[in-house]
């Protein structure tokens, strides 16, 4: 398994305490939204969006997900009228909102379905970062080509070790490039720890998005699917979604929202484990 690239700017500096790069990157009136590019060829996707929320539980920020993929659930009847009774409590930290077929409803004239994240700042302005789990047609669709005052994104793309889950992560980054201009992204592989294809999978994979699309695999990480839901998410992780959170869209918040924001944030001396 490869390593995750260095600490992205605000880490490199050597903070006093370990949660210090995390209030520096949320002193900025903003939430963070990362795009989770479904697949439905992978056996345990859930595994993965498990361990996502887990690595950012440890970062002590709170956290919405959002699914939005093809195998998600369907929103709950309220939720069409009203996003927020569709958001369900799974922790302390983590949120879920069922949104299978919602963003549509906000589409506009020219194909962006924008304005659905716009909703979800609206009635979860609390959440510090937004996972948005979809298909690539629908996430681009969501963020666009960073032009609406939304940055653009490095999405983290799911994976296994099986050729149909690496033909469709492909594909994905395709419709990136070519939809949303796109062009680097993270990888979240699922395999068993001596799996013999994880690491030709993704090297073939970031060797296809260079020599086809001009793009890059910025890092990718391996998950056991076997790992426990309560096992401590490994440090690789943990550093893949820290640098992950570097390059999220940023959404900037309301001054009152704001305030209640930067008031979960991880107080300083707390040590990340």
């Not at 666009?144 to 799911?158: A, F, K, M, N, T």
Request: glycine share 6%; aromatic share 6%; charged share 20%.
């Amino acid at each position: 398994m490869s390593n995750p690239p260095p600490f992205p700017p605000f880490r490199r500096t050597q903070p006093a305490d370990q949660a210090d790069g995390l209030r520096r990157l949320f002193s900025s009136r903003s939430i963070r939204f990362i795009p989770v590019v479904s697949n439905p060829f992978i056996a345990h996707g859930g595994v993965l969006i498990e361990r996502l929320c887990s690595a950012l539980e440890a970062l002590q920020l709170d956290t919405l997900l959002v699914d939005a993929s093809e195998r998600g659930g369907p929103p709950k009847e309220l939720a069409n009228f009203d996003l927020s009774e569709g958001i369900e409590v799974l922790s302390d930290r983590v949120s879920y909102l069922a949104a299978r077929g919602l963003p549509v409803r906000w589409v506009d004239s020219r194909g962006s379905t924008r304005g659905f994240l716009d909703a979800v700042v609206d009635v979860a302005p609390s959440s510090q970062v937004v996972l948005v789990h979809g298909s690539a047609v629908e996430l681009a669709r969501l963020f666009g080509r960073g032009d609406e005052g939304l940055s653009r994104p490095r999405p983290v793309v799911l994976c296994d070790d099986q050729p149909e889950a690496m033909t469709h992560a492909y594909a994905a980054l395709k419709v990136f490039a070519q939809r949303a201009d796109w062009l680097s992204h993270d990888l979240l592989l699922c395999a068993p720890p001596k799996s013999p294809r994880a690491t030709s999978v993704a090297d073939r994979l970031s060797h296809c998005v260079d020599m086809f699309l001009g793009g890059v695999q910025h890092c990718w990480v391996q998950v056991d699917p076997a790992e426990p839901p309560t096992a401590a998410p490994s440090r690789a992780l943990v550093q893949m979604v820290e640098a992950s959170l570097g390059a999220a869209a940023a959404f900037a918040v309301g001054e009152t929202d704001y305030a209640g924001l930067r008031s979960a944030l991880p107080a300083p001396r707390v040590a990340m484990t």
